[in-house]
């Protein structure tokens, strides 16, 4: 069974450009979560989808947005690149929460 | 006071020592429980999960949740080097569907 599988590995982008990461879950999953782990500061809740719908936001600001296919396939989008933009973002993927999350390796993203 | 309080570290032990890391947290509410361990340049993978106040085994892990303390650990038991990475705690009220994730112990095992 594949994994979690993220898209770029890394990706370098300008202060004020857009970033799009993109994150396929375990086959028969529905719902992809989206993690920030920035140095020092842990893994931050970002948002929740389930069935196409956005369920939850994390507290970051409206430049950071995203949607879930109809395949259950995710893209997280960063407008307006900040320095502290800069950080590893991890998706993940579950059945539901009482099974715990499957996360994928990440994708590294850092701002010049 | 944040959710969740977990010893940032880094701890490191000689092989076969017997390790404890330890998280506390502040909201009642919270009801599911889990650890996860975190090697360099990958993403986190779920060692122990648990909902109840007790212990859990699982090989040389053990999970051990008390409720009325507001207090987890995990004990490794033979600390391998290939035990060597950061170990998350992580906690939800279920419902939520939301975890809510310790900042990480970094823990290295000597050969």
């Known amino acids: 069974e594949a994994g979690v599988t993220q898209s770029p590995t890394h990706l370098i982008k300008t202060r004020g450009q857009q970033a799009t990461l993109r994150c396929s879950p375990i086959?028969?999953?529905?719902?992809v979560y989206w993690y920030q782990q920035a140095l020092g500061l842990g893994l931050q809740f970002l948002l929740w989808?389930?069935?196409?719908?956005?369920?939850n936001r994390g507290n970051f600001p409206p430049r950071f947005s995203g949607r879930q296919f109809p395949n259950y396939s995710s893209e997280l989008n960063v407008n307006a690149l900040e320095l502290e933009d800069s950080a590893l973002y991890l998706c993940?993927?579950?059945?539901?929460?009482?099974?715990?999350?499957?996360f994928g390796s990440g994708t590294r993203l850092t701002v010049v | 006071q944040k959710e969740v309080e977990q010893d940032p570290g880094p701890l490191s032990v000689p092989e076969g020592a017997i390790v404890s890391l330890n998280c506390t947290y502040s909201?009642?509410?919270?009801?599911?429980f889990m650890w996860y361990r975190q090697y360099s340049r990958k993403g986190p993978e779920l060692l122990m999960y648990t909902y109840s106040s007790g212990n859990k085994e699982d090989g040389r892990f053990t999970a051990q949740v008390d409720k009325s303390s507001k207090y987890i650990s995990l004990f490794i038991r033979d600390s391998q080097p290939s035990d060597s990475a950061t170990y998350l705690c992580?906690?939800?009220?279920?419902?939520?569907?939301?975890?809510?994730f310790g900042k990480g112990m970094k823990l290295t095992v000597n050969p």
């Open positions: 086959s028969g999953h529905t719902s």
């Open positions: 989808y389930d069935e196409g719908e956005e369920r």
């Open positions: 909201n009642s509410a919270f009801q599911y």
């Open positions: 992580a906690i939800t009220q279920g419902g939520s569907e939301k975890l809510v």
């Open positions: 993940a993927s579950s059945w539901g929460l009482n099974y715990g999350y499957t």
